[in-house]
């Protein structure tokens, strides 16, 4: 597996696992009709301090993490992301792979520390892997997020200091 930067060609192999993924409704706060340029802006289309950066299997693209600042101004030293794997690779470490990457990104570019703001309760892989890089649950935000199925269910808010970024 090769962690690089994302460029700009590699969108079309990105959308074709985004557009199920947020369509589905059952990870990311975006609408499942949110149109593809403001996710490929969201992902892709990244200026300093953001990043993007892609995992690929045999140079195929199997997942995206992008970086930002969690604030803008006074808030900006700590940073925020956001992290999505093609489900045909799930299970091959590239979301590991992918958030391991991000942290060091993350501390080489200066940032103190990374927040996630929405990580859907149900999501058990995620907050399971999360956890296992060193992020703290600060709270639960009951309720916060509109499941398709489940309804009503838990954010977690979730916390790391980059200190000694991996």
């Not at 799930?90 to 942290?103: F, I, M």
Request: avoid cysteine; charge should be negative; aromatic fraction near 8%.
């Amino acid at each position: 597996m090769q962690i690089r930067d994302a460029r700009p060609e590699d969108w079309p192999a990105v959308w074709a696992f985004a557009q199920p993924i947020v369509a589905s409704g059952e990870h990311f706060v975006w609408e499942p009709d949110t149109p593809e340029d403001l996710l490929r802006a969201y992902w892709i289309e990244k200026t300093a301090p953001a990043s993007a950066l892609v995992a690929e299997i045999d140079g195929r693209v199997a997942g995206i993490a992008e970086i930002h600042p969690n604030q803008p101004g006074r808030g900006s030293h700590i940073a925020n992301a956001g992290f999505m794997v093609d489900p045909a690779a799930r299970g091959k470490g590239v979301g590991r792979a992918l958030g391991e990457a991000a942290l060091a990104r993350a501390a080489a570019d200066g940032f103190t520390a990374m927040q996630f703001n929405a990580v859907v309760a149900t999501n058990t892989a995620a907050v399971d892997l999360w956890h296992s890089l060193g992020f703290t649950t600060l709270a639960l935000l009951p309720g916060a997020f509109r499941h398709p199925v489940e309804g009503p269910v838990d954010l977690h808010l979730m916390f790391r200091e980059l200190a000694s970024a991996v």
